[in-house]
C-alpha cells in the first residue's frame, strides 16, 4: 500500500483543480469504476491509476486490473485517496490520462451538436451523453464554453467523451460561414417549432449559455431560430434538457425516413 504523497498523487491534485494544468498537459482525471471501464472498452491506457484501498477486492476494480496493456495500479490508503478525490462519496479507483486529440479542422460537411458558451458542466455533461445516444457523433464547443475535459463534465457525461469528437474552443464566427449545412439554433420564443422542421440533413444544432442564451454573432449566422413549445406560464427549459429533445427529434426523424 502506498502513502506516500508521490509525484504521480500531486499530478492527481493539480489536474483536479486547474484547468490551466489540463489544458497544458492535455491530461484529465477518470474517477469511478464507469468512466474507467468506459475509457478501457475504447482502448484507452491510463499515465497512472490508483485505487483505494478498501476497493481493492471490488469485482468491477478487479476486472480493470486484468487488463495487460494496463500499469500497475497504485494501492493507496482510503483516507489519502479521499483527499484527492473530487466526489463526494468517492468511487474507489481514479486515473490520470490524456484525452485524444480532435481533428485539426472543425466540421463543414456532417451534422453536428454545437455549445455556445455553455458554463454548467451538468448541462454540458447531459448534452454528450444526449449526442452519443442519439447519434450526433460530433460536438463543437466555443470558446467560452466549459472545459469538457474538467473531472465534472467527464462525470456527467458517464463515459460519452470517448464516443465522441469533441473540439473546443472553436471560433464560432470564423467557421460556421463555411459550414456546408443548416445552422440551427435554439432559442426561447422561437417562430418556428422543433418538430416542425426537417432535421435529417446536415445540421449543426446550436445550444446557448443557460442565462444569456445564443452569442450575437452568431444569431446573425443562423440559417432558422427553434424552439420548443411549452405550456403557459413556464419560462425556459435547462439548456441539457432542451438540447436533448433537439438531438432525439432529429433521431427519431432520421429512423422514419
Given at each position: 500500500?502506498?502513502?506516500?504523497?508521490?509525484?504521480?498523487?500531486?499530478?492527481?491534485?493539480?489536474?483536479?483543480?486547474?484547468?490551466?494544468?489540463?489544458?497544458?498537459?492535455?491530461?484529465?482525471?477518470?474517477?469511478?469504476?464507469?468512466?474507467?471501464?468506459?475509457?478501457?472498452?475504447?482502448?484507452?491506457?491510463?499515465?497512472?491509476?490508483?485505487?483505494?484501498?478498501?476497493?481493492?477486492?471490488?469485482?468491477?476494480?478487479?476486472a480493470?486490473?486484468?487488463?495487460?496493456?494496463?500499469?500497475?495500479?497504485?494501492?493507496?490508503?482510503?483516507?489519502?485517496?479521499?483527499e484527492?478525490?473530487?466526489?463526494?462519496s468517492?468511487?474507489?479507483?481514479?486515473?490520470?490520462?490524456?484525452?485524444?486529440a480532435?481533428?485539426?479542422?472543425?466540421?463543414?460537411?456532417?451534422?453536428?451538436?454545437v455549445?455556445?458558451?455553455?458554463?454548467?458542466?451538468?448541462?454540458v455533461?447531459?448534452?454528450?451523453?444526449?449526442?452519443a445516444?442519439?447519434?450526433?457523433?460530433?460536438?463543437?464547443?466555443?470558446?467560452?464554453?466549459?472545459?469538457?475535459?474538467?473531472?465534472?463534465?467527464?462525470?456527467?457525461?458517464?463515459?460519452?467523451?470517448?464516443?465522441?469528437?469533441?473540439?473546443?474552443?472553436?471560433?464560432?464566427?470564423?467557421?460556421?460561414?463555411?459550414?456546408?449545412?443548416?445552422?440551427?439554433?435554439?432559442?426561447?420564443?422561437?417562430?418556428r417549432?422543433y418538430?416542425?422542421?426537417?432535421?435529417?440533413?446536415?445540421?449543426?444544432?446550436?445550444?446557448?449559455?443557460?442565462?444569456?442564451?445564443?452569442?450575437?454573432?452568431v444569431?446573425?449566422?443562423?440559417?432558422?431560430?427553434?424552439?420548443?413549445?411549452?405550456?403557459?406560464?413556464?419560462?425556459?427549459?435547462?439548456?441539457?434538457?432542451?438540447?436533448?429533445?433537439?438531438?432525439?427529434?432529429?433521431?427519431?426523424?432520421?429512423?422514419?425516413?
Amino acid at each position: 500500500m502506498k502513502i506516500a504523497r508521490s509525484p504521480a498523487l500531486r499530478l492527481w491534485g493539480r489536474l483536479a483543480e486547474s484547468a490551466h494544468v489540463r489544458r497544458k498537459e492535455r491530461q484529465t482525471v477518470l474517477e469511478g469504476a464507469h468512466l474507467l471501464q468506459a475509457y478501457q472498452a475504447k482502448g484507452g491506457v491510463p499515465l497512472h491509476w490508483f485505487i483505494r484501498a478498501s476497493a481493492v477486492a471490488d469485482p468491477e476494480v478487479c476486472a480493470l486490473q486484468s487488463h495487460s496493456l494496463w500499469p500497475e495500479a497504485v494501492v493507496i490508503a482510503d483516507d489519502l485517496f479521499d483527499e484527492y478525490s473530487s466526489l463526494q462519496s468517492p468511487g474507489g479507483v481514479a486515473a490520470l490520462v490524456f484525452w485524444p486529440a480532435a481533428p485539426a479542422s472543425l466540421p463543414t460537411e456532417e451534422s453536428c451538436l454545437v455549445l455556445d458558451g455553455l458554463q454548467d458542466p451538468g448541462n454540458v455533461g447531459t448534452l454528450l451523453r444526449s449526442a452519443a445516444a442519439a447519434g450526433m457523433s460530433t460536438v463543437v464547443c466555443a470558446t467560452g464554453t466549459v472545459q469538457v475535459w474538467s473531472p465534472k463534465v467527464l462525470r456527467a457525461g458517464m463515459g460519452a467523451h470517448f464516443q465522441l469528437t469533441l473540439h473546443e474552443g472553436a471560433d464560432l464566427q470564423d467557421w460556421l460561414p463555411g459550414y456546408s449545412g443548416t445552422i440551427l439554433g435554439a432559442e426561447r420564443g422561437a417562430s418556428r417549432a422543433y418538430d416542425d422542421f426537417d432535421l435529417r440533413g446536415t445540421v449543426a444544432l446550436v445550444i446557448g449559455n443557460e442565462g444569456t442564451g445564443l452569442t450575437h454573432e452568431v444569431r446573425g449566422l443562423l440559417h432558422e431560430r427553434i424552439g420548443v413549445p411549452m405550456s403557459a406560464g413556464v419560462e425556459s427549459l435547462n439548456a441539457g434538457v432542451a438540447g436533448s429533445i433537439l438531438l432525439f427529434e432529429r433521431q427519431r426523424q432520421l429512423r422514419s425516413s
